[in-house]
DNA sequence: GTCCAGGCCCTCA
DNA sequence: TGAGGGCATGGA
């Protein structure tokens, strides 16, 4: 059903995948015994591991090696990125927090996730703790998903899409509230109210659509402008991110030297203010 | 038992 | 336009 398995090897920078797991972006990641991680995304699925610092090894379906390159952000610039975060960090001082955050987080991206997962999964977010949005999003996943084995005998359940979630009892799954913001939404994205080409829009506009969504506001539309629609200039504010902008950036966050990548910084802060708790 | 979590909606001023 | 309360649930 797979068709043809295949094995890629990449050159990387920047990228680790045992801080990606722990980014907080993605609820459905498995650490295997091998030190490999079993990634499904929408209805793809692929088993990556870093065989080096500088070396990604990927096995998938031979027709989605080009989906996993644009979801690991291969096609994004990171090497740019890090010139100006480093440029930056040399100006402040190694005690700054961002220049702390940089040599910690260095290997924290902002992957490209398909879009209604991306959704669906951050309004479970919501008011939410992550070891408890990865058991809703699996279970998600087990109620409503298609189960499939690919030809290396993994097994996995595909991401269930809006026709499988908006006529499902959703209330048995212990989402609290959220179970009515997917059904809100599942329709919205049926019936067109919740337009079908997002990324075809610009960043107001898709985030105007996306807000217009009951249970969707200003920190769940941002993560999915984010990490759903690949706009890097989005910056999800959660309690975290609170935190450290109350405590270290009195004078205000300096959003304007990241221009264009502002939710990558984001996503280095959450790692690191979590990662020294 | 208490506090908190990658918040949002509604009400009221 | 902003502050405050309510909300379901379970992890720590």
Not at 99 to 109: I, K, P, T
Not at 127 to 141: F, G, M, Q, T, W
Not at 185 to 207: C, E, F, I, T, V
Request: aromatic share 12%; hydrophobic share 40%.
């Amino acid at each position: 059903m797979d068709g043809g398995l295949t094995d890629c090897t990449w050159a990387v920078t920047h990228l680790n995948l045992d801080q990606l797991a722990e980014s907080g972006q993605v609820f459905r990641w498995t650490h295997r015994g091998d030190g490999s991680y079993a990634i499904p995304a929408g209805e793809r699925f692929c088993v990556a591991r870093q065989t080096a610092r500088d070396r990604l090894h990927i096995r998938c379906s031979a027709a989605d090696e080009g989906f996993w390159r644009e979801y690991f952000g291969m096609n994004d610039p990171y090497d740019a990125y890090w010139q100006t975060l480093q440029a930056w960090a040399e100006q402040d001082g190694p005690e700054a927090y961002l220049s702390r955050a940089a040599r910690v987080a260095d290997g924290v991206r902002v992957l490209r996730q398909p879009t209604w997962e991306t959704m669906v999964s951050f309004v479970i977010s919501q008011n939410n703790n992550i070891p408890r949005i990865k058991k809703s999003v699996e279970a998600l996943c087990r109620q409503y998903g298609t189960h499939r084995v690919t030809a290396d005998g993994d097994a996995y359940d595909s991401f269930p899409p809006p026709q499988a979630l908006a006529p499902a009892d959703l209330s048995r799954l212990g989402l609290g509230y959220r179970d009515l913001y997917i059904t809100h939404l599942s329709r919205a994205a049926l019936d067109g109210s919740l337009p079908a080409n997002l990324h075809g829009m610009d960043y107001a506009d898709a985030k105007t659509a996306l807000k217009s969504v009951h249970g969707i506001g200003e920190k769940v539309a941002s993560c999915i402008l984010l990490y759903g629609l690949g706009h890097l200039e989005a910056f999800p504010i959660d309690t975290w991110i609170r935190r450290i902008l109350d405590r270290e950036f009195e004078d205000g966050f300096p959003a304007g030297r990241y221009a264009g990548f502002e939710g990558l910084v984001q996503q280095l802060m959450f790692y690191y203010e979590r990662s020294v708790q």
